[in-house]
């Protein structure tokens, strides 16, 4: 699920990007950037759990090492997450600057061993991603509310299946269950933002 939630947050992004070169409009840039980044950020921690599956299948006592590994891995994934974050708050801040014009966003992603889990959960980061993520949320939601169309519906919906992904890795810690529903979430999050962007591409087409 994480590899299809990869694929589809770069397919986003480079939809995002031909809407740009179609509209011009900066906050579809910011959009493709967010979205290949965070796609690339899911493929390497997607790959990264793997290897430490693979370990864990081979050897009962994880090496301290790799437990290290871990947390440098969990570190940089949380990053690339809070730049993509961070642009799509770009592109919401560029449309309210620009409101009046036709620049808006419309027109635009097993816990059981424990170094994995890191890989999904700093509490800390994970925290600073919620605020970010959530006001992208709330801007779009707003963008719904004032405009009332289908692809600002779908903008809302997806940003809102995100946001609520981060909040149930929250929870990993005291079920490794919520992991999994994270994940779903997370991927009915792109999906709604893909559908969106596909149907745009093709309206200009």
Not at 57 to 68: C, K, M, N, Y
């Amino acid at each position: 699920m994480e590899m299809v939630s990869a694929f589809v947050s770069v397919l986003i992004g480079y939809y995002a990007s031909k809407a740009y070169k179609a509209s011009s409009a900066k906050g579809l840039l910011y959009l493709s950037l967010g979205f290949i980044i965070l796609g690339l950020g899911i493929f390497v921690r997607t790959t990264t759990a793997t290897f430490f599956v693979l370990v864990n299948r081979v050897t009962d006592v994880v090496p301290s090492s790799l437990a290290g590994l871990s947390n440098v891995a969990g570190v940089v994934f949380t990053t690339t997450q809070l730049v993509a974050y961070a642009l799509f708050s770009a592109a919401y801040i560029d449309q309210f600057k620009g409101i009046g014009q036709n620049i808006g966003v419309e027109g635009v992603a097993a816990a059981a061993v424990f170094p994995v889990a890191r890989l999904f959960y700093i509490p800390t980061l994970e925290i600073l991603a919620i605020v970010m993520l959530g006001f992208v949320a709330v801007s779009s939601m707003m963008n719904w509310l004032h405009r009332r169309t289908l692809n600002s519906a779908l903008v809302f919906v997806g940003f809102g299946f995100m946001f609520t992904s981060h909040i149930l890795y929250l929870f990993i810690i005291f079920n490794e269950g919520f992991l999994f529903i994270g994940q779903l979430s997370q991927l009915v999050g792109f999906i709604c933002l893909l559908l969106m962007l596909a149907k745009v591409n093709r309206t200009n087409a």
